[in-house]
Structures are given as structure tokens and as C-alpha cells.
């Protein structure tokens, strides 16, 4: 069956979405209509359309005189996205089978990771290990998963987007997200979901902690 056609603002809002997910867009950062429309070649029309869907993901934010600004996440939304995401990827990963083809996206999502770190590209690094853990996702065989894993993977973007410790907060998952691959292709899923588990719990308290040092040096 045909998929519908996408119309011109959900291509524009799919834009701004990997914008964010890629760190070129950070958080509480002001979108000027003239500026996003230039760099998007679209109509302000269209920019408008696509900021009122945005908006409603909770990923863009309107302020009246100050116009949208790219969302700032709070405590609790980190707190929530990270339970979520221990409820779908643990799942996923305790179901992977060693020859799911997303098992060979994990390996190339680190190994790809493993590259940028040694040339210190400390947000590549994050893009890749995204990458990593949107692969765990594919192993449960859902397109409504993947999709709204996309949309969570760029909420948590935007928290990763406040802090200033790029490489404190990727660098200790590379070797992680290495030894999920091994035990998944040694067939100790049941092993590797429980390692998953701990490593989303590590990576909540650090995201958590950055923030509160964060918020510390600017009250």
C-alpha cells in the first residue's frame, strides 16, 4: 500500500528535528524565522507550519515578543525519557538473536564511535552512539518503535546539547557498547540486557549530575 504523500512543512519539521539531533541546533537557542526560513529554502508559511508541530513534541518553544526558541529540557523530562528508554532498548536487547541484521549496525555504529574518538570528535562520538542505540531499538522489528525512538533520541539530544563535557559523556560507552556487541553475537542476550540496564541507570546519573553542575554555575 502507498504511503501518503509528506507535505513540505513535515519535511521542514524533519529537518529541524536532525538539526537538533545533531547538535546544530542547542538548546534555548532562538530560531529566527528570516534565518531558519534562508538556511531551509522554504516559505515562511511553510517554517510556521513546521514550528507549530514542533512545538507540540515539546521540542521548539513560543514565547510571545520573543518569538521560538529550541526547547530546554527540564530534570524531570531527563528522568523520563531515560525510564522509557530502559523499558523499550532492555526489551529489545533481551529478544536479539546474534544474526538480526541490526546486530551488524551496533558493530558499525562502534567502530564508527571508536574512529571519532581517537581523532577526539567527542560529538560524533554522541551522533554515533545514537546511532548504536537506534539499532538496539530496530532489533524489536517495530517501524512505530523506530519512529518514536527518534523522536526520544532527539529530546535527549537536547539535554546533551546544555552540557559542556562532550567527551565525559560519551567516551565511557564506546568500550560499553563494544562489550553489548560481543555478547550478543556470543548469544548472551538475557547478560546483555542486564548490562544495558545498569548502563542507561550510569548514563541517567551523569546526565543528572551535569545538569545539576550546570545549574550550579548559572543560578
Same mark, same amino acid.
Given at each position: 500500500?502507498?504511503?501518503p504523500p509528506?507535505?513540505?512543512?513535515?519535511?521542514?519539521?524533519? +529537518?529541524?528535528?536532525?538539526?537538533?539531533?545533531q547538535?546544530?541546533? #542547542?538548546?534555548?537557542?532562538?530560531?529566527?524565522?528570516?534565518?531558519?526560513?534562508? #538556511?531551509l529554502?522554504?516559505s515562511r508559511?511553510?517554517?510556521r507550519?513546521?514550528? *507549530?508541530?514542533?512545538?507540540?513534541?515539546?521540542?521548539?518553544?513560543?514565547?510571545?515578543?520573543?518569538?521560538?526558541?529550541?526547547?530546554?529540557?527540564?530534570?524531570?523530562?531527563?528522568? +523520563?525519557?531515560? *525510564?522509557? #528508554?530502559?523499558?523499550?532498548e532492555?526489551?529489545?536487547?533481551r529478544?536479539?538473536f546474534p544474526?538480526?541484521?541490526a546486530?551488524? #549496525?551496533?558493530?558499525?555504529?562502534?567502530?564508527?564511535?571508536?574512529?571519532?574518538?581517537?581523532g577526539?570528535?567527542?560529538v560524533?562520538?554522541g551522533?554515533?552512539?545514537?546511532?548504536?542505540?537506534a /539499532?538496539?531499538v530496530d532489533?524489536?522489528?517495530s517501524?512505530?518503535?523506530?519512529?518514536?525512538?527518534?523522536?526520544?533520541?532527539?529530546?535527549?539530544?537536547?539535554?546533551?546539547?546544555?552540557?559542556?563535557?562532550?567527551e565525559?559523556?560519551?567516551?565511557?560507552?564506546?568500550?560499553?557498547?563494544?562489550?553489548?556487541?560481543?555478547?550478543?553475537k *556470543?548469544?548472551?542476550?538475557?547478560?546483555?540486557?542486564?548490562?544495558?540496564?545498569?548502563?542507561?541507570?550510569?548514563?541517567?546519573r551523569?546526565?543528572? /549530575?551535569a545538569?545539576?553542575?550546570?545549574?550550579?554555575?548559572?543560578?
Amino acid at each position: 500500500m502507498p504511503q501518503p504523500p509528506v507535505s513540505l512543512a513535515e519535511r521542514v519539521a524533519t +529537518d529541524i528535528r536532525d538539526l537538533i539531533a545533531q547538535g546544530a541546533l #542547542r538548546p534555548g537557542q532562538r530560531l529566527s524565522e528570516a534565518g531558519m526560513a534562508e #538556511r531551509l529554502g522554504v516559505s515562511r508559511n511553510s517554517l510556521r507550519e513546521a514550528f *507549530r508541530s514542533l512545538t507540540n513534541e515539546g521540542l521548539v518553544t513560543y514565547e510571545a515578543n520573543r518569538g521560538v526558541s529550541v526547547a530546554v529540557p527540564s530534570m524531570a523530562a531527563v528522568v +523520563d525519557i531515560y *525510564r522509557v #528508554r530502559r523499558m523499550i532498548e532492555v526489551q529489545a536487547l533481551r529478544s536479539a538473536f546474534p544474526q538480526h541484521p541490526a546486530v551488524a #549496525r551496533m558493530a558499525a555504529a562502534v567502530t564508527r564511535a571508536q574512529d571519532l574518538a581517537a581523532g577526539q570528535d567527542w560529538v560524533g562520538v554522541g551522533n554515533a552512539n545514537m546511532e548504536f542505540h537506534a /539499532a538496539i531499538v530496530d532489533l524489536a522489528d517495530s517501524p512505530r518503535l523506530n519512529a518514536f525512538f527518534e523522536k526520544l533520541a532527539t529530546e535527549l539530544r537536547l539535554a546533551f546539547g546544555l552540557l559542556d563535557e562532550p567527551e565525559v559523556m560519551h567516551a565511557p560507552y564506546v568500550p560499553m557498547n563494544g562489550d553489548l556487541v560481543a555478547m550478543i553475537k *556470543r548469544g548472551e542476550s538475557e547478560d546483555a540486557a542486564l548490562r544495558l540496564e545498569q548502563y542507561l541507570l550510569q548514563s541517567e546519573r551523569a546526565v543528572l /549530575a551535569a545538569l545539576t553542575r550546570l545549574d550550579t554555575a548559572h543560578p
